[in-house]
């Protein structure tokens, strides 16, 4: 009779364990250093001419890695896929209008809850929870794969057509995006056969390599946006309002997934794939895309959203997952 308070604990402790994330703490540590030590102008202007290369480089291991013949095999299940494509591609960039429309926040962090409805979603966290929820795991990873291989192309798209005039994104920069996100992208699923084995060898290296250049593409965004007065425009009440708002977007999601899985009678495995599939937003793709699709002005801004609903849903996330896990599904 004494297990329960033990099983607690741990439960507990567990779904704290995104708090001290270390690569999220990175992140934020990253943010940290960047506005109390930021680089003079001269140097950001350096280090911005090396950002197109890192992101080039890093759209090209996504391609390595993304597994296609899992995405395509999708098709067996396009009920399960079409459902997670419309969570993230239609109900969650509609929400972000929303909040562009009617939030009371400064116009940068209002674009930029925008641009995060338009963000594919995660891969290696949605198929992580997925499987600790005792969900469809080969569901999810078809999904969270599809996902990211559409929004190569749909989330510029839907930046242009949704973001165009308030960002200055013009269908001109297509070039642009095309040799910075879908050249590399697309080299990296034809060199899948040669560099995959290699890869799977060495993930370490590709997983500092992955984080490295997100970490420093967020230095050089902070670091511009301190040398033009980025916290000058942000009060405590913004940024607990920033936190409130990423909270309801994603309760939102989680409520309509949710609602959605059972109206579409999904078995229950695959309720699981459409909760944390469809309410998930990619940190990894979105920061890289981010540089190329928005202005570099107002990064830092455009993109703090972004870091917040991370931080967020990670937490969120796993208690869900764990919750669900630790119910006997009802249908096995």
Known sequence: MTTPGPTRRASGASWLA???????????GTVLVASVFPASPAAVRTLSAAVPFAIAWLFFLYGVRLPTREALATLRSWRLQVAVLAATYGVFPALGVLTFLFAPLPRELAQGFLFLGLLP???????AFTAIARGNVAGALCAASLSNLVGVVITPLLVGALLGGAVGFSFGAVRQVTVQLVLPFVLGQLSRRW??????????????????TILFVVYVAFARG?????WSLLAWPDLLLLGGIASALLAAMLGITTAAGRWLSFPRADRVVLLLCGSQKSLASGLPMATVLLPSAHLGLLILPLMIYQQIQLVVSSIVSQRLGARRPPDE
């Open 18 to 28: 995104p708090l001290r994330d270390p690569f999220l703490l990175a992140l934020f």
């Open 121 to 127: 979603s995660t891969v290696q966290s949605s198929i």
């Open 195 to 212: 560099l995959d084995a290699w890869l799977s060898r060495h993930r370490r290296l590709l997983t500092v390599t992955d984080r490295g």
């Open 226 to 230: 301190v040398n033009e007065g980025i």
